[in-house]
C-alpha cells in the first residue's frame, strides 16, 4: 500500500522492461518494513538531464541507472563517489540536499559478493577476462584490494592496453598486464583467481566461452562470472571440470541492489533472510521467463 509518505525509488534504463530492479527493492522494501515504492522509468539517451532534474523535483529519493546511462548521468550530479568516479560509471544516485550524488554499487556488489563468498583478492594473482565496462569495474576492485597482479585478457588487445594504462596509473603500480585473448598460455602461474567479465555465455548463446581450452582452466583456483543467465555458464562448466571452485554473477545482482537500498536507507540493514528471499525470487523470474 501506498500512501502520501511513501518514498519514492526507480531505475532509469532506455529499455528498462527486461530490469529486475523493481522486483528486488520492493521486495527489500516490504520485507524489511520501509514505506518506499520502486518503479521503472523508461529514459532516453536525450532526456537523461531532465530526467535527473525532474526527479529530483518529484522529489525522489534515489535511483539505479543501468544501459545506456551509466555515463552521460555522470554530468547531472553534485557528486560523484570516489570509486564511481575512477570507474567512470554511475549506477546508482542518493538524493542530496541540493541534487543526487552518484555512486557505483556493481564494484562494490562485486566485491562484497567475493568476501561473502570467501574469495581472496589480496596478493591473489588473477586472470580478468573482458576490457568493457564491466571489467573496468572489476580491475578497479582487484587492484584496490591489493591484488598481486591481474592478466587482462581481451580479443582486442588495444582495448586491454588503454585499460591497463588508465588503471595502473590511477594505483600508481604496474598491476594490470594487457595481454590479446589467444595468449593465455603465456601465463606462468597456476592457482589464478579468473574473473570472466564479457557477455560471452549469456544467454541465449549458452554453449560459448571466451577460452575453449581445457588446460587454461587448469590455471584456474577460482572461477568468477559475472554472467547469471544461465546459472552455470559454459566458463563455469569448464572451470568446474578442472577442478576450479566457480561462481555466478547473481550474488552480485543482488548485492548491487542490497548496497542501493542501504545508501536510500541508512538506517536499514538487509538481512540475510531478506537477501536470500529476493535470490529465489529472481531465480523464480528466470527460470520462469525461460
Ligand atoms: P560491458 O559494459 O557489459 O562490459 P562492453 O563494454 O561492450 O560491455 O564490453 C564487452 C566485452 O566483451 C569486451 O571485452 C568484448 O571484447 P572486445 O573489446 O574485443 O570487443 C567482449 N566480447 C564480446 N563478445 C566477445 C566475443 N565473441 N569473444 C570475445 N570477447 C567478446
Not at 21 to 41: K, Q, T, W
Not at 58 to 77: I, S
Not at 232 to 249: D, I
Request: hydrophobic share 45%.
Amino acid at each position: 500500500m501506498t500512501s502520501g509518505k511513501t518514498r519514492v525509488c526507480g531505475v532509469m534504463a532506455y529499455p528498462v522492461e527486461h530490469s529486475m530492479s523493481p522486483l528486488m527493492h520492493n521486495y527489500f522494501a516490504e520485507r524489511s518494513g520501509v514505506d518506499l515504492a520502486y518503479v521503472p522509468f523508461k529514459v532516453k539517451p536525450e532526456a537523461v538531464g531532465e530526467a535527473v532534474g525532474g526527479a529530483f523535483a518529484l522529489n525522489v529519493l534515489g535511483m539505479n541507472v543501468t544501459v545506456p546511462h551509466k555515463q552521460a548521468v555522470m554530468e547531472h550530479l553534485v557528486e560523484i563517489d570516489e570509486a564511481a568516479l575512477a570507474i567512470g560509471a554511475v549506477n546508482t544516485l542518493v538524493r542530496m540536499e541540493d541534487g543526487y550524488k552518484g555512486y557505483n554499487t556493481d564494484a562494490a556488489g562485486l566485491l562484497r559478493t567475493m568476501k561473502e563468498t570467501g574469495i581472496q583478492i589480496k596478493d591473489q594473482t588473477c586472470i580478468l577476462l573482458g576490457a568493457g565496462g564491466a571489467a573496468k569495474a572489476a580491475a578497479y576492485v582487484l587492484a584496490r584490494e591489493g591484488t598481486k597482479k591481474v592478466y587482462l585478457l581481451n580479443r582486442n588487445v588495444e582495448r586491454a592496453e588503454q585499460l591497463a594504462k588508465y588503471m595502473n596509473g590511477l594505483f600508481g603500480r604496474e598491476v594490470l598486464i594487457p595481454m590479446a585473448l589467444d595468449r593465455w598460455n603465456e601465463i606462468p602461474e597456476d592457482g589464478c583467481l579468473a574473473v570472466q567479465s564479457t557477455s560471452v555465455g549469456m544467454h541465449p548463446n549458452v554453449d560459448a566461452a571466451v577460452i575453449e581450452d581445457e588446460a587454461f582452466y587448469r590455471k584456474l583456483s577460482t572461477a568468477f562470472d559475472i554472467v547469471y543467465t544461465p546459472m552455470e555458464t559454459r566458463f563455469m562448466k569448464l572451470a568446474a571440470a578442472a577442478g576450479a571452485k566457480t561462481k555466478n554473477g547473481l550474488d552480485m545482482l543482488l548485492y548491487q541492489g542490497v548496497i542501493a537500498f542501504e545508501l536510500w536507507n541508512p538506517d536499514v540493514t538487509v538481512s540475510p533472510e531478506t537477501i536470500d528471499g529476493a535470490r529465489q525470487l529472481v531465480m523464480d523470474f528466470l527460470a520462469h521467463k525461460k
